[in-house]
């Protein structure tokens, strides 16, 4: 990691990142790339987001399943912790609530591999500038 | 692929259960197998879609048509007309309230817009660990633009024109705050961001840091671009791990980069911010007391003036902001003055985090327009009362806000509004209740909490606010006469009008807002010995029921002070004055004979 | 000069920019009640922690009250000062300080002298609502050799504090606990014998209640007065004489030297004596000390270390002892005169008089509280037998006398008994800051220069400045002369000996702002420095009312070197007269 020497280089960046720089990165196949999120702030781990991060993580690499698994900050939704989104290749983002190891296997087989929605979906309720 | 063509989601919030949503479900799949479609089209239950008033809901995917107001007896019509024929049920679609047109995308639908994030617009989408993350968000762009671009008076003025105000509680306006640091001449001066997030319920500041804390690092070096400091600290409890720990990567990632350090980004500019660590006091969120702690004194305030932007950290200039006003400043930067006074109300301007609590069924942290009101904030967002309860109050500000009743669900949220109210915005922490709670033993949980936080310092905090618990607790207890409620508020006002800080100026208003909407409760507890609510166990009173006793005894035996007496075969009865209300009586009893009342 | 101009209750006046809401009104002849406020102008003490809120005021346009004690005023400003909610949040506030207080005035040491109880008093409490239900926050007693902590009384006023960290400098108490909980407390809530305390006793001097007094010790010195095998003997420190006057009614200033002889002598003391005489026998020794370790440095001997450090007060010695240990061979080596005084008492007129040394008891009269714990001190004491083995404060001593049915304003004056009774000017003024090192001139310039001094009045040497300066001309030596009164003052003159900066040759120190005359032992003076002021100009009247103004020309000093100590720093006075220092820091506890 570079000095950031001008505002210059600092757009640089920005832009380099927008375009999936990282998922490049960690993919030869970035379009078919599945995103996974787990709300990881004081409320998520305290109800076991690191558990289940831990599981998506080992599970889709044994699955051979081309997808990448990041932490994030509080997506507001306390009461259905933990929370994780998924965002399959050229669809919208989904929120998955109250999350178990159980249920991250059903969302795995059904929601990832096939596309089919499973229980415990938590509708988005915000906008984000 | 999976076989399934098509997703019915039905809201499994406990609003919409309440209203059979369960049943719908069931209805739904039924009407699936009687065309054999269960394998084409798959019903699923969902979490609350925060739309609870126009609830149950039922929402078709792909096409996102949105049902309110769903029955079981409109399954049917659901299957045959929009599964099989592709025909919206229009009577179930949505009307926009104010066109009184109908709106079938739940895209397009007002209630999604309910919410907006602006200083959690990063939370929960990106990776708070990795710097890039937040550089792709446009992170440090506005810094990188304010320090080659802008003079920091007029860096300062488009903070004071966006009509930001603090929103640690008393919102004063930022701008100004930035602009009597820096007129103030001084050889060193400071930005502390105020991360010492107190108020019971509140933890959007803990969200904020833990999920976007190069935001807060950007902010503050802006602030010291604009009123001429090169140190920044940050105050946080140690009751953080987390947030300390996503602080620390996230100042070496930006130091690293070259973001925090010597001359930024090629400029003149040098800012570095470093962590103090807080040990949990309440009082510690006020900025004086704030700073006394950090230079290693006992954290208790010290009167105003002078303030911390003429005499702060180490008697040098200091700015101090929290947390949630740092993470609204580089997003004005980037998207202009007008763009953020465009939203919310006349005064108060912009968003407003909320962390919900109590009776409400999607606890959480929401982000809504200054504006937005107090009923849209709980039954659209939140998703209505627990239970399908009655809404009593909803208590805003912590322990310095108010209790506000029904009569205010429709107030616009903001600062001048709540304070008119009797009540104030706080740090956003809003705690609903129910029929069930009993607002004199609310008033007295609060004052618990002032009590034990209170730093000592002058003696109407200090004392009266001790001499106002105990008589809260007096009163649940039923030994208060009607008079001590004169004398409850004389001693609230006494406090208000008295005390050092803001602590013990606003300690008394949860009795005074509650002493005003809910008088006659208090009233209940002194003058009938009542407890409406059912909550104050020395106010109640175990019954026995004379057609439903049986006389077998059961309930004198397990009597551990023999307060019950009767004759085998007989109603019996209970002593009140010896009872001590532990309730054996009424588990033990087969027959539904105690009750209490 | 800025001036403001502004209104209070009704009237209109123009004060200095920078004048508090007090200050003004008191201008102009309006008393705001103040409780924890409290300001000694003289001494650059000020303690506004504004905390106790009594003294709060309306001010138009604000929104709430205002402290009085700690707002500025603003021009243009309208203030009132009783109006109906004035008066009643006053009133509030007063009875939620009663509700956490005891009420056992009748039997309180601070009874009559009480600030809280005065407050009462004047607004006319009768009741306290709720006290029925009220909880009292209570505290552990803490009782140390000279001071008890009793914080069930203390009401936070903060003096203590400001008095501990601010001007002494020695940061032994502070605010500890929250809340309703809060206290003032040594550091780990530790016992004062185990902080750094010096007993200077200024705390206990400045608290407004009960909650620091001292430790009475008139109940032993009663029995031992009752005992007929005892043969008491008591000496009476120099600033007693100047104070013990205000408790009995007197003007501040008062000398009541004759009567406080005759009322000892009621009270039963066989031998009323007089601890100038040992101040005067202090001169002798310290002076010789002073001269031989400046022939010595002048010399060029680089084992002297100068300037020496005057060694008459106990609450500095423990000072230095706790925070400038590596310095412990600085200060004279002299014992104070109380201990001189009980050691001679004890061996020279014990002989003379031929009692056994069990059988006398020495009691001292002192205006301080660090003097109990010195008269403790294992080094003067003979076989477990202290030295001095009692010291009773001022105040102990007029409650004495109360209790003793004498009616003190109507007695006659009494002489002090000889041969420990005679002492000379420089003596007496011991008591006042700069008094010793005046005396120390006196006769350090008659010993070395061998000529009779025309002029004794080192006017430089007097005042109340915290650290003041003076060359003394030793013809054709200059002697430069630091004096320091309060701890805090002290400190910076001996970072500066310990940095070697130092210019001075002699540095007088006393603890106590103002010196012996503001001991913690003194009648309370709740803040006012003119009586300090008028104390000590008695001490300087006496001085100047004396025939005899330097110690070595007091007849019986020299009939005590002559027949029976040799001369000043002789073996014998070494032994009887000087002492030595100890490292305090270990009796610091900080683990918890």
């Known amino acids: 990691m570079g000095k950031i020497k001008s505002l210059d280089d600092l757009k640089k960046i920005s832009k380099d990142y927008k375009k999936g720089l990282d998922l490049r990165e960690k993919s030869s196949h970035p379009e078919e790339l599945v995103q996974v999120k787990v709300a990881m702030a004081t409320c998520g781990i305290a109800s076991g987001a690191k558990e289940i991060m831990e599981y998506l993580d080992s599970e889709l690499e044994k699955r051979a399943i081309d997808a990448v698994v990041t932490q994030t900050g509080c997506m507001g939704y306390c009461y259905a912790e933990p929370t994780i989104e998924v965002t399959l290749p050229g669809q919208e983002a989904v929120v998955y609530g109250n999350v178990t190891t159980e249920k991250a296997d059903e969302i795995i087989e059904k929601y990832i591999k096939t596309g089919e929605f499973v229980d415990g979906i938590i509708p988005r309720n915000y906008e984000t500038i | ?597 | 000069m800025d001036t403001i101009k502004l209104t209070i209750d009704n009237k209109q006046l123009e004060v200095e920019k920078g004048t508090s809401i007090y200050n003004a009104a008191k201008s102009i002849g309006i008393d705001i009640p103040v409780l924890c406020y409290m300001s000694m102008k003289d001494l650059c003490i000020e303690n506004k922690p504004a905390g106790c809120r009594i003294c709060v005021v309306e001010v138009e346009g604000r929104r709430n009250l205002a402290p009085s004690c700690s707002t500025d005023c603003q021009d243009n400003m309208v203030v009132r000062t009783h109006t109906p909610r004035v008066l009643n949040a006053r009133k509030t506030v007063l009875e939620f300080i009663l509700s956490d207080h005891p009420k056992d005035c009748l039997v309180c040491p601070k009874s009559g002298h009480c600030e809280l109880q005065d407050m009462a008093v004047k607004m006319g409490i009768r009741k306290i609502p709720g006290e029925e239900i009220a909880e009292m926050s209570t505290y552990r007693l803490d009782t140390s050799p000279s001071i008890i902590r009793d914080l069930d009384k203390c009401i936070m006023c903060r003096r203590c504090e400001t008095m501990c960290n601010e001007v002494q400098t020695v940061g032994a108490l502070s605010a500890v606990n929250r809340g309703f909980y809060a206290a003032v407390a040594p550091a780990f809530e530790q016992n004062l014998e185990h902080s750094p305390c010096t007993y200077c006793g200024q705390c206990v001097a400045v608290c407004p209640t009960g909650a620091l007094t001292e430790v009475d010790h008139t109940p032993e010195v009663m029995t031992h007065l009752a005992d007929p095998k005892k043969t008491v003997v008591v000496q009476t420190a120099p600033a007693v004489r100047a104070a013990l006057g205000e408790e009995f009614g007197l003007e501040p200033g008062t000398l009541v030297t004759g009567k406080m002889v005759t009322a000892l002598r009621q009270l039963g003391f066989d031998y009323v004596f007089d601890t100038d005489f040992a101040a005067d026998l202090t001169i002798m020794e310290e002076g010789t000390e002073l001269l031989n370790r400046l022939s010595a440095h002048l010399k060029g001997d680089k084992e002297i270390r100068l300037p020496i450090l005057t060694s008459c007060c106990p609450g500095w010695v423990n000072f230095f002892e706790t925070y400038f240990p590596d310095l412990k061979n600085v200060p004279s080596t002299s014992k104070s005169p109380q201990q001189m005084f009980g050691a001679i008492a004890k061996s020279y007129f014990a002989e003379k008089k031929e009692i056994r040394r069990e059988d006398m008891v020495v009691v001292s009269i002192m205006p301080c509280l660090a003097k109990k714990y010195e008269c403790q001190r294992d080094e003067f004491s003979v076989d477990g037998n202290p030295d001095v083995d009692l010291s009773i404060s001022t105040r102990e001593l007029a409650a004495f006398i109360k209790q003793a049915n004498i009616d003190f304003d109507s007695l006659p004056e009494g002489e002090f008994d000889n041969p420990l009774g005679e002492s000379t000017g420089a003596g007496v003024i011991f008591g006042a800051t700069g008094g010793v090192i005046e005396a120390a001139a006196r006769t350090a310039y008659e010993m070395h220069t061998g000529k009779n001094l025309e002029k004794v009045d080192f006017e430089q040497l007097r005042g109340m400045d915290g650290v003041r300066e003076a060359t003394v001309d030793f013809d054709g030596l200059p002697i430069n002369i630091g004096i320091a009164h309060g701890l805090g003052n002290a400190r910076k003159l001996l970072d500066d000996v310990r940095s070697g900066k130092s210019k001075y040759h002699a540095i007088e120190i006393m603890a106590c702002p103002g010196g012996c005359i503001g001991g913690g032992g003194q009648p309370q003076h709740h803040g006012q420095t003119e009586i300090l002021k008028a104390r000590a100009a008695a001490i300087y009247t006496e001085d100047k009312n004396k025939k005899i103004r330097k110690s070595h020309e007091n007849p019986f000093i020299k009939e005590l070197y002559s027949t029976y100590l040799g001369e000043p720093n002789s073996e014998l006075a070494h032994k009887l007269l000087h002492t030595k220092y100890f490292d305090k820091k270990k009796k610091i506890i900080v683990n918890q």
């Not at chain 2, 820096?182 to 050889?187: E, K």
């Not at chain 2, 980069?257 to 003149?268: A, E, F, P, Q, W």
């Open chain 2, 1 to 597: 692929m999976s076989g399934y063509s098509m997703h019915l989601l039905v809201c499994g919030g406990t609003g919409c259960r309440a209203s059979h949503s369960e049943e719908i479900e069931f209805k739904l799949r039924n009407e699936l197998e009687k065309r054999n479609l269960e394998d084409t089209v798959k019903v699923l239950s969902t979490g609350c879609f925060g739309f609870c008033e126009k609830g149950p809901i039922v929402k078709v995917m792909p096409d996102n048509t949105f049902y309110t107001g769903v029955t079981p007896g409109d399954a049917e019509d659901i299957i045959a007309e929009h599964v099989v024929l592709g025909r919206t049920v229009s009577r179930l679609i949505y009307e926009d309230p104010s066109s009184k047109e109908k709106v079938p995308d739940s895209k397009k639908m007002g209630f999604s817009k309910k919410q907006l994030r602006i200083a959690l617009r990063n939370c929960g989408f990106i990776n708070p660990e990795n710097i890039n993350e937040y550089i792709a968000r446009e992170g440090y762009m506005a810094l990188g633009n304010v320090i080659t671009d802008i003079s920091p008076e007029d860096a300062t003025r488009l903070v004071k024109d966006s009509g930001l105000r603090g929103r640690g509680g008393a919102g004063f306006s930022t701008g100004l705050k930035w602009e009597l640091t820096a007129a103030t001449p001084s050889d060193e001066k400071y930005v502390v961001c105020n991360a010492d997030e107190g108020d019971p319920g509140a933890f959007m500041d803990r969200s904020i840091l833990e999920g976007d804390p190069h935001n807060v690092l950007e902010a503050m070096a802006i602030c010291g671009y604009c009123i001429g400091a090169d140190k920044g600290l940050i105050y946080i409890r140690a009751e953080y791990p987390l947030a300390i720990e996503r602080l620390k990567t996230a100042i070496k990632q930006a130091r690293e980069y070259g973001l925090l350090g010597k001359n930024i980004m090629g400029s003149d500019f040098s800012f570095d911010i470093e962590l103090k660590y807080g040990a949990g006091a309440f009082v510690c969120g006020e900025e004086t007391a704030l700073i006394h702690s950090m230079e290693g004194l006992r954290g208790e305030p010290s009167l105003k003036p002078p303030f911390p932007s003429v005499k702060g950290y180490n008697g040098k200039p200091t700015n101090v902001n929290n947390v949630e006003t740092l993470a609204n400043v580089p997003i004005i930067f980037l998207k202009g003055a007008d763009w953020f006074s465009s939203i919310g109300t006349e005064k108060s301007k912009g968003t407003k985090v909320f962390a919900l609590a109590g009776k409400i069924n999607n606890v959480g942290l929401i982000e809504v327009p200054m504006g937005t009101t107090l009923r849209e904030v709980i039954f659209e967002i939140g998703g209505g009362i627990k239970d399908g309860k009655k809404f009593k109050a909803v208590q805003t500000g912590g322990p310095s806000g108010g209790c506000l009743t029904e009569n205010h669900l429709d107030t616009p949220i903001d600062f001048d509004n709540l304070i008119e109210a009797g009540s104030m915005m706080g740090s956003g922490g809003m705690i609903v209740m129910d029929e069930d709670d009993c607002m004199v033993s609310v008033a007295k949980f609060y004052l618990d909490f002032t009590v034990e936080e209170s730093c000592g310092k002058c003696a109407p905090c200090r004392i009266g606010n001790k001499r106002l618990y105990e008589l809260l607790d007096h009163i649940c207890s039923g030994k208060g006469k009607v008079e001590v409620l004169d004398r409850l508020r004389l001693m609230s006002e006494v406090i208000k009008d008295t005390s050092l800080c803001g602590l013990g100026q606003t300690s008394p208003n949860p009795v005074l807002s509650t002493l005003d909407n809910f008088y006659d409760e208090y009233h209940a507890h002194v003058s009938d010995k009542k407890c409406p609510a059912g909550q104050c166990k020395d106010l109640m009173e175990y019954f026995i029921i004379e057609e439903n006793c049986v006389g077998c005894t059961a309930c004198a035996r397990v009597c551990p002070v023999n307060a019950i007496t009767g004759e085998r075969k007989k109603p019996h009865e209970i002593n009140q004055d010896i009872c001590i209300k532990c309730g054996a009586c009424m588990e033990k009893c087969k027959f539904d004979a105690i009750i209490i009342q």
